[in-house]
């Protein structure tokens, strides 16, 4: 059983800045690329940042230069830092991670979390 868990969302200001985490836990074997999505309401799922286990990043054109992700294998986590926050960033936040378990090391699956919300409003 593998779980993620993300945590930082909120209410904030635009121009504002909101750091989140998501925390990998389980019968984790290996942890292959990490990343966040958004889901704003009315529209689809997209990605927003991935990182890989050795840290080459890829971001959508909309978060470039405002977002940055980063990554601790040892413990299992990725985080999302997010400057110059608009109201266009508004959405509910989803960690995404390709993991292998300690029961079948050798199947590479899909793991998401719950989400956490992130309102960007004066």
Known sequence: QVQ?????????????SLRLAC???GSI?????MGW???APGKQRELVATITRSNSTN???SVKGRFTISRVNAKNTVNLQMNSLKPEDTAVYYCQ???????????????WGK???VTVSS
Request: net charge negative.
């Open 4 to 16: 993620l868990v993300e945590s930082g969302g909120g209410l904030v200001q635009p121009g504002g």
């Open 23 to 25: 925390a990998a836990s």
């Open 29 to 33: 074997f290996t942890i292959y690329a």
């Open 37 to 39: 999505y958004r889901q």
């Open 59 to 61: 971001y959508a054109d």
């Open 97 to 111: 991670a390709d993991i292998t378990t300690i029961e079948a090391y050798y199947r590479r699956m899909e793991y």
């Open 115 to 117: 989400g956490t919300p």
